[in-house]
């Protein structure tokens, strides 16, 4: 391939700042080194991750960088030693490696990989702890080890899922993060079991996500818990059996909850990233075995709490990152199930825009509209 070994110049969004608008600039994006693989990225949506980041409040944030974790891109060239992933495979990038080799890959109790967590949590490729992101020689920081808010990307061979090619890369450019995320909490994490009663706290992407996956489990009952009654008419399309919205309640939330089912749920889900509806969404849970999860990410200093008794009383409290899910085995396998018609991907985008739009589409999420927004990543008006 033409490009191949050559510095590629490339369009990007690149967030000097945080909460300054994201520039979309000229950027050069080195080949891949040994172990590392150049993704041309073709879509990419947003995650409330990327505005959490954007806004400062991550402790893990660093400028000028390259925000952008769910998207779908085909390879365009391999660093020595790759042997996985060919030019022209069609991948999805995943933010939440899996090495197969290392302790945490070993213990067969978590999707967590360790292999380079400590580069891609400090915006660097493991190999050199450089960037291959420059412009006009100043490097910008890589996100997440994925940076999809770029043209071509470059991210280690560990992260990336080999995906079927007959699968719309505008559309399974979801399955790199939120979708599975919410199926994920529910089969994986919880192991939610048919009868249950479900108690979900958020109804953006995430929590919709929350609700299939509880409706696929069999759930008895699927409360949806959100501020803006709004969400509660589309979220029935996604398995929601019952609405609550805590501003028309006097009570606290968790005691709403619990008069309702019978002491409490057996399930509940924090899909939104504020700590005290994460005390709510555990203290609704019924004494013995109501399990909790927590899925929204809380903004750096935030600190969750509850008496102990409740969890000396049996409710249990955990947390999920990208639903458990084993990223480059089991993001095929999800691929596979939306072409087989088993999980909704398509019913998550509610708008498409271009890569210079992207402003544009970090203000979309703020409206209740909006579940995920695709961007074309090359489209004649990014040029
Ligand atoms: N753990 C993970 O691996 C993972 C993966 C993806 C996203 N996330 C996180 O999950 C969270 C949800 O993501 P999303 O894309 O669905 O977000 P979203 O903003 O689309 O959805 C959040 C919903 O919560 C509602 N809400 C806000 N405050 C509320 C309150 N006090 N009580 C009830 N409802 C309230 C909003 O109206 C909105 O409908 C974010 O924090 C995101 O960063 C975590
Ligand atoms: N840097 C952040 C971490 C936030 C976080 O928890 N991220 C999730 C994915 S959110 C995707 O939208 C995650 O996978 N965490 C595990 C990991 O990062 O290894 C902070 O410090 O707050
Ligand atoms: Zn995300
Ligand atoms: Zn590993």
Not at 198 to 215: C, H, R, S
Request: glycine share 10%; with cysteine.
């Amino acid at each position: 391939m033409a490009t191949q070994g050559q510095v590629i110049t490339c369009k990007a969004a690149v967030a000097w700042e945080p909460n300054k608008p994201l520039i979309i600039e000229d950027v050069q994006v080195a080949p891949p080194q040994a172990g590392e693989v150049r993704i041309q990225i073709l879509f990419t949506t947003l995650c409330h991750t990327d505005a959490y980041t954007w806004s400062g409040k991550d402790p893990e944030g660093l400028f000028p960088c390259i925000l952008g974790h769910e998207a779908a891109g085909i390879v365009e060239s391999v660093g020595e030693g790759v042997t996985e992933v060919k030019p022209g495979d069609h991948v999805i990038p995943c933010y939440q490696a899996e090495c197969g080799e290392c302790k945490f890959c070993k213990s067969g109790k978590t999707n967590l990989c360790g292999k380079v967590r400590s580069a891609t949590g400090v915006g660097v490729m493991m190999s050199d702890r450089q960037s291959r992101f420059s412009v006009n020689g100043k490097p910008i920081y890589h996100f997440m080890g994925t940076s999809t808010f770029s043209q071509y990307t470059v991210v280690h061979d560990v992260s990336v899922a080999k995906i079927d090619p007959i699968a719309p890369l505008d559309k399974v450019c979801l399955l790199g993060c939120g979708v599975p995320t919410g199926l994920g909490a529910v089969w994986n994490t919880a192991k939610v079991e048919a009868g249950s009663i479900v108690a979900v706290f958020g109804l953006g992407t995430v929590g919709l996500a929350v609700a299939e996956g509880a409706k696929a489990a069999g759930a008895s009952r699927i409360i949806g818990i959100d501020i803006d009654s709004n969400k509660f008419e589309r979220a029935k399309n996604f398995g929601v059996t019952e609405f609550i919205n805590p501003k028309e309640h006097e009570n606290p939330i968790q005691q709403v909850i619990v008069d309702l089912t019978d002491g409490g749920v057996d399930y509940s889900f924090e899909c939104i990233g504020n700590v005290s509806v994460m005390r709510a969404a555990l203290e609704c849970c019924h004494k013995g075995w109501g399990t909790s999860v927590i899925v929204g990410v809380a903004a750096s200093g935030q600190e969750i709490s509850t008496r102990p008794f409740q969890l000396v009383t049996g409710r249990v409290w955990k947390g999920t990152a990208f639903g458990g899910f084993k990223s480059r085995s089991q993001v095929p396998w999800l691929v596979n199930k939306y072409l087989n018609k088993e999980i909704k991907v398509d019913e998550y985008i509610t708008h498409n825009l271009t890569l210079a739009d992207i402003n544009n589409a970090f203000d979309l999420m703020h409206e209740g509209g909006c579940l995920r927004c695709v961007l074309a990543m090359h489209a004649r008006d990014n040029m």
